[in-house]
């Protein structure tokens, strides 16, 4: 990006902060608004893992992955699979040094990220309640303080709920069928001894096939989060005449709805440290996808909000982030920027929301569980390797095609001259030829192809293949009728 431009970043979650920080890392100016008073305001919820493919790439990128693994915990990667009688199913722990997919509080993430951003770029206070467009891709935010901006690009990083979705798209978040009650357990080791042993270092997923379900997960500093799941209406609570701020009337709920599970498990419903928390599971409908809107693009929940199985969410959420900021970097305008960009996070986000939504509906479905039922976390973790692996070279494959081309080839009517602006990830390929965007782009190493609409000496159709040495170009265009040579060469930045 050449000139000056306003960005503005609606919500500062581990995906809205990444993205700021890259932008910044790449000399790009940025503000970013969140609804919350500061980066504590509210329990940031409990734990996550953060996969080699996606999430630690992003970490990578932001030059933040030292600081990550200070904070990450490799043994947190445990994982056991319980039936309601107590009986271990499954289980899984780690070797020593797998670093596939290792554990850091939600709080703690937000907290680093917050802090390698550049002072004042988080704007603490600013819940956004309309954003306006003003033509040309500029924006109008209107926040609930009373403070209005105008931009030229409004991400919006503000999750399930946002407020700039609409922009984009008429979609909203659907009611799942399951809601988790969420709970706390404190120094664990000493006053819930026997929750501390059956969560061990990660997880516990205990499960009776009927819709029902305790899922427990070690935090840090001594603390246990769980979360009592039930398939159930969206409005439980209410036709079952319980006050969900009266913990004895929910735990007895509780007690009755999970009856004749194990004596063992019962405590995860009536320990607690502190009240139940009730949270419905929604989803955006997915795969999910929008026409190009000039000066709007949406990344994390507000684009793919999806059932947590899986842990793709903030995952998702980091590498959509720091993506979306070399695509701003790299691209001569912010519409090529957001094309480039959606190009890729589109049907990547698809793919994971349409899996995490069926993980929960088999979680929660009814009937008997065998181990052919249970993720094969050790082909699991090699596959965020072999993805990590696979996205670097794209990366590495990326540069050598990336930028722009003059590309000179010959018609019935004369030399013609282009401009050819192309820019890949991972085996994607985007760009624009004269100005119009290209279709069907691919990349495989320095061999590309993708269709052009040429406009002179008369509009036509055409299919580009060429291969890359260095700043040169050569290949053929295919239009009707005729198969011609062309050569390229990179401009100079």
Same mark, same amino acid.
């Given at each position: 990006?050449?000139?000056?431009?306003?960005?503005?970043?609606? &919500?500062?979650?581990?995906?809205?902060?990444?993205?700021?920080?890259?932008? %910044?890392?790449?000399?790009?100016? =940025?503000? =970013?608004?969140?609804?919350?008073?500061?980066?504590?305001?509210?329990?940031?919820?409990?734990? @996550?893992?953060?996969?080699?493919?996606?999430?630690?790439?992003?970490?990578?990128?932001?030059?933040?992955?030292?600081?990550?693994?200070?904070?990450?915990?490799?043994?947190?990667?445990?994982?056991?699979?319980?039936? %309601?009688?107590?009986?271990?199913?499954?289980?899984?722990?780690?070797?020593?040094?797998?670093?596939?997919?290792?554990?850091?509080?939600?709080? %703690? @993430?937000?907290?680093?990220?917050?802090?390698?951003?550049?002072?004042?770029?988080?704007?603490?206070?600013?819940? @956004?309640?309309?954003?306006?467009?003003?033509?040309?891709?500029?924006?109008?935010?209107?926040?609930?303080?009373?403070?209005?901006?105008?931009?030229?690009?409004?991400?919006?990083?503000?999750?399930?709920?946002?407020?700039?979705?609409?922009?984009?798209?008429?979609?909203?978040?659907?009611?799942? &069928?399951?809601?988790?009650?969420?709970?706390?357990?404190?120094?664990?080791?000493?006053?819930?001894?026997?929750?501390?042993?059956?969560?061990?270092?990660?997880?516990?997923?205990?499960?009776?096939?009927?819709?029902?379900?305790?899922?427990?997960?070690?935090?840090?500093?001594?603390?246990?989060?769980?979360?009592?799941?039930?398939?159930?209406?969206?409005?439980?609570?209410?036709?079952? &005449?319980?006050?969900?701020?009266?913990?004895?009337? =929910?735990?007895?709920?509780?007690?009755?709805?999970?009856?004749?599970?194990?004596?063992?498990?019962?405590?995860?419903?009536?320990?607690?440290?502190? &009240?139940?928390?009730?949270?419905?599971?929604?989803?955006?409908?997915?795969?999910?996808?929008?026409?190009?809107?000039?000066?709007?693009?949406?990344?994390?929940?507000?684009?793919?909000?999806?059932?947590?199985?899986?842990?793709?969410?903030?995952?998702?959420?980091?590498?959509?982030?720091?993506?979306?900021?070399?695509?701003?970097?790299?691209?001569?305008?912010?519409?090529?920027?957001?094309?480039?960009?959606?190009?890729?996070?589109?049907?990547?986000?698809?793919?994971?929301?349409?899996?995490?939504?069926?993980?929960?509906?088999?979680?929660?479905?009814?009937?008997?569980?065998?181990?052919?039922?249970?993720?094969?976390?050790?082909?699991?973790?090699?596959?965020?390797?072999?993805?990590?692996?696979?996205?670097?070279?794209?990366?590495?494959?990326?540069?050598?095609?990336?930028?722009?081309?003059?590309?000179?080839?010959?018609?019935?009517?004369?030399?013609?001259?282009?401009?050819?602006?192309?820019?890949?990830?991972?085996?994607?390929?985007?760009?624009?030829?004269?100005?119009?965007?290209?279709?069907?782009?691919?990349?495989?190493?320095?061999?590309?192809?993708?269709?052009?609409?040429?406009?002179?000496?008369?509009?036509?159709? =055409?299919?580009?293949?060429?291969?890359?040495?260095?700043?040169?170009?050569?290949?053929?265009?295919?239009?009707?009728?005729?198969?011609?040579?062309?050569?390229?060469?990179?401009?100079?930045?």
């Amino acid at each position: 990006m050449k000139s000056p431009v306003r960005i503005a970043i609606v &919500g500062a979650g581990p995906g809205g902060l990444m993205c700021a920080r890259v932008l %910044q890392g790449h000399g790009i100016d =940025v503000t =970013v608004y969140d609804a919350d008073a500061s980066v504590e305001a509210r329990d940031a919820g409990g734990t @996550l893992d953060l996969h080699a493919d996606t999430g630690q790439i992003a970490m990578e990128d932001a030059g933040l992955f030292e600081e990550f693994m200070k904070l990450a915990r490799l043994e947190g990667q445990a994982k056991s699979r319980l039936d %309601q009688h107590g009986t271990v199913l499954d289980a899984f722990v780690p070797d020593q040094d797998d670093t596939a997919a290792p554990e850091i509080d939600r709080g %703690q @993430l937000r907290a680093m990220l917050s802090e390698h951003v550049r002072p004042g770029t988080v704007r603490w206070g600013h819940k @956004l309640v309309t954003a306006t467009p003003l033509g040309d891709g500029g924006h109008r935010l209107e926040f609930g303080n009373g403070v209005t901006a105008e931009v030229d690009l409004v991400i919006g990083a503000d999750g399930a709920w946002s407020r700039v979705r609409p922009l984009l798209s008429d979609a909203t978040p659907d009611y799942t &069928g399951v809601s988790f009650l969420d709970v706390r357990f404190e120094d664990v080791e000493e006053r819930h001894p026997q929750i501390a042993n059956l969560v061990g270092d990660g997880h516990l997923f205990a499960n009776d096939g009927d819709g029902r379900a305790i899922i427990g997960q070690r935090n840090s500093n001594g603390h246990i989060r769980a979360y009592l799941a039930l398939r159930t209406d969206l409005d439980w609570h209410g036709k079952a &005449g319980v006050d969900l701020g009266d913990a004895a009337a =929910v735990r007895r709920f509780l007690l009755k709805e999970f009856s004749g599970w194990a004596e063992e498990l019962l405590p995860f419903l009536t320990d607690i440290d502190g &009240g139940y928390l009730n949270r419905p599971i929604y989803a955006l409908p997915a795969p999910l996808t929008w026409a190009h809107t000039p000066g709007a693009t949406l990344l994390g929940d507000a684009a793919h909000l999806m059932a947590p199985f899986g842990g793709y969410g903030v995952n998702l959420a980091m590498l959509d982030g720091a993506e979306l900021a070399h695509a701003i970097a790299g691209e001569a305008t912010l519409d090529e920027a957001i094309t480039r960009y959606e190009a890729v996070m589109l049907p990547r986000s698809g793919q994971h929301a349409v899996a995490a939504n069926g993980g929960l509906d088999a979680f929660f479905a009814s009937g008997d569980f065998g181990s052919a039922d249970f993720p094969d976390h050790e082909a699991e973790h090699q596959r965020y390797r072999e993805a990590a692996a696979d996205y670097r070279r794209g990366q590495s494959r990326a540069t050598a095609v990336d930028g722009t081309w003059a590309v000179s080839f010959r018609t019935p009517r004369g030399r013609q001259q282009a401009e050819l602006r192309l820019a890949a990830t991972a085996g994607s390929l985007t760009g624009t030829f004269d100005g119009t965007p290209i279709q069907g782009g691919r990349v495989d190493g320095t061999e590309i192809g993708f269709v052009a609409t040429l406009t002179s000496p008369f509009k036509m159709k =055409v299919t580009f293949t060429a291969s890359v040495e260095g700043d040169t170009m050569t290949g053929t265009a295919k239009a009707p009728m005729m198969t011609i040579p062309i050569t390229g060469t990179r401009q100079t930045p």
